[in-house]
């Protein structure tokens, strides 16, 4: 099952697919913030269509203490936009620390700031959808 990982930001989107196994995540692109919600979410449409996938997986930035806060809020508004706009099933994810993650990998790897800014959308949205992979709930019958 190939799934796409989605990072909402506010001027960039991380785009992350699993492979057709549904096992591991990996990054895709970056999508430029339209003007509305919905230009994002037709671009969003066009790679579920062409690379076949069969839900949506949308990083929940939930916060450290368990709670959702305005930026949660907002993201929940947005899942609820794509789930009457998309042709696949939409679902959220925590996706608490996985910005950090990715970008502690890249400066591990040596990579200069600017270079980590082009690439730290979709390297979080792969961390956040391969913990939506490995989630044990997801795998029961």
Request: overall charge neutral; aromatic content about 2%; charged content about 25%.
């Amino acid at each position: 099952m190939r799934s796409l990982g989605i990072d909402l930001g506010s001027k960039r989107v991380g785009v992350a697919m699993s492979d057709s196994s549904g096992t591991i995540a990996s990054p895709l692109t970056v999508i430029a913030r339209g003007s509305n919600h919905a230009q994002d979410h037709k671009k969003i449409q066009e790679l579920v269509d062409e690379y076949e996938v069969e839900c949506v997986v949308v990083g929940m930035p939930i916060s450290m203490s368990g709670k959702l806060g305005p930026a949660a809020k907002s993201a929940q508004d947005e899942i609820d936009e794509m789930k009457n706009s998309l042709s696949v099933p939409v679902y959220s994810h925590d996706e608490r620390l996985t910005s950090k993650t990715a970008n502690d990998s890249m400066i591990m790897a040596n990579m200069k700031a600017q270079a980590r800014r082009r690439v730290v959308d979709k390297i979080a949205a792969a961390v956040m959808l391969q913990g939506w992979l490995d989630h044990a709930d997801r795998k029961k019958p």
